[in-house]
């Protein structure tokens, strides 16, 4: 579970009482997408004949191009998720990623596990090299404008605990 049990106002969309304008609501998902893009390879080298978390990645940017609704870009988020089911490790994590970034459409704290499981991803796949991890959640962090960028680090230091402390250091 990645979802706190008291949601930042900061991350639900205006519409549903919250503060994040559907705009913001769109760059977390373009985030969350270049998040499980960037580890997607990872999933890709061992089963590239599954378009499944690559399917899920291109749903969350067509959904905040708003060429996709929210129904058919989370259920793409969950065939990514079934594609991992069956795996271990990075290739596991990186199917995961993907299936969190085509969900940020549902909910934008959706985004914080997009990255998280990247960031899981990338350890696995470089397991002995400490800083990975902290590479991968830096890189993570550059794609982000300053506004979104300080919501974001707010929000994994607020949730790094149920997201297994994938952003620490």
Same mark, same amino acid.
Request: aromatic fraction near 6%; glycine fraction near 6%.
């Given at each position: ?25 769109? $760059?977390? &998902?373009?985030?969350? =997408?270049?998040? *499980?893009?960037? @580890?997607? %390879?990872?999933? /890709?080298?061992?089963? !590239? ?42 290739? $596991?994590? &990186?199917?995961?990623? =993907?299936?969190? *970034?085509?969900? @940020?459409? %549902?909910?934008? /704290?959706?985004?914080? !596990? ?51 402390? *994938?952003?620490?250091?």
């Amino acid at each position: 579970m990645i979802l706190p049990k008291v949601r930042d106002p900061r991350l639900i969309t205006i519409r549903r009482g919250g503060t994040l304008t559907d705009a913001d609501h769109r $760059r977390l &998902a373009l985030w969350a =997408a270049a998040c *499980a893009e960037h @580890v997607l %390879h990872l999933f /890709e080298d061992e089963q !590239g004949w599954d378009p499944r978390p690559r399917e899920a990645i291109e749903a969350a940017r067509a959904w905040a191009r708003e060429e996709m609704s929210m129904m058919d870009a989370r259920a793409r988020g969950g065939q990514a998720m079934g594609a991992a089911r069956a795996l271990h490790g990075a290739p $596991r994590y &990186a199917a995961y990623s =993907a299936g969190q *970034a085509a969900c @940020v459409s %549902h909910v934008a /704290e959706h985004d914080l !596990g997009a990255a998280a499981y990247a960031i899981k991803a990338v350890r696995a796949a470089n397991q002995g090299v400490p800083v990975a991890g902290r590479t991968e959640r830096d890189w993570q962090r550059r794609q982000l404008d300053s506004w979104i960028r300080s919501l974001v680090i707010e929000d994994q230091a607020q949730r790094d605990a149920i997201c297994w402390s *994938a952003v620490t250091d």
